[in-house]
């Protein structure tokens, strides 16, 4: 956790964070203002130079790398690497593993033109605008970022009244069905864990916002293999979706079809849009190389 402002605390190394330099005695104030100066430039550079090596044994490290190796490492205590690591997470450059705890780079390291994601994206496109062609309604691309799911690519319906969201825009894994289809591939005990931090926030009358209902509701997405969102991220918006089958991949993905509640599918048209979906799913999976990907992360 970083430091309020204002208050004081010791990293590694003695130097004071949040504190101004204390005078030293016999300098003329002019002489002490260049001396802080310095210390807090010097101390900036370390810093810097020290979120770097973190991050660049996290890219080496595509399975994650738990908190003691991770200090042994970069030769720091413990403590230090955890604040580090704790305002890197908060802006999602580093995520960690709510299951073991081990530490990997976040999608904000990344450039969406980066290879893990652009490769990703760039081989599902066709068979996502294939959907899109078929069905005439906007089709996207999602995949976990910590504890909510980013939009990674989005075919929008040719359609005038139409849902898109944009890419890089985040939604949470209780209230949409991208979110829905990948938590499903996820152990109870670690979508509890990511519950404890993103919360089940009331995105609209619909929303599921009870962790003990959601949980019924994800057995039922697993049962079923696909998952359904009825105006529970959105009044008026439905969605359904599939996970993507990545094998030895560090991502989890899925694809969904969006629409207004008006022109969504009726119940007997669902399992057709579902058999299309994983299809596309699985062709995508196929596509992609687990190998290029990994030496990427």
Known sequence: MSPQRGSSSTDDGGVTIGASPRPVRGRAPAADADAGSAVAATYS????????????????????????????????????????????????????????????????AFSFHTPPLRALATRAKPWLEQLRDEFQETINLGVLDGGRVVYLEVVESPKAMRLSARPGD???????????????????????????????????????????????????????????DSSEAEEGACCVAVAVPLQDIPLRAAISLSSPATRFPRADEILNVVAKLRDAAAEIAASVAPEPLERAW
């Open 170 to 228: 985040h939604d949470f894994i209780h209230a949409s069905a991208l979110g829905k289809a990948i938590a499903a591939g996820i152990d109870d005990d670690s979508l509890r864990k990511i519950f404890e931090i993103e919360g089940l926030p009331r995105l609209t009358s619909r929303t599921i916002t009870d962790v003990e209902e959601y949980m019924r509701t994800l057995s039922r997405v697993r049962e079923l293999g696909y998952a359904t």
């Open 45 to 108: 550079m370390r810093a810097v130079g020290r979120t770097l090596d973190i991050l660049d044994l996290l890219a080496r490290s595509p399975e994650g790398i738990s908190l003691s190796d991770l200090a042994k490492a970069v030769g720091m205590p413990k403590s230090s690497v955890f604040r580090y690591a704790a305002v890197l997470e908060a802006r999602r450059y580093v995520m960690r593993d709510v299951h073991n705890g081990h530490y990997r780079l976040g999608l904000a």
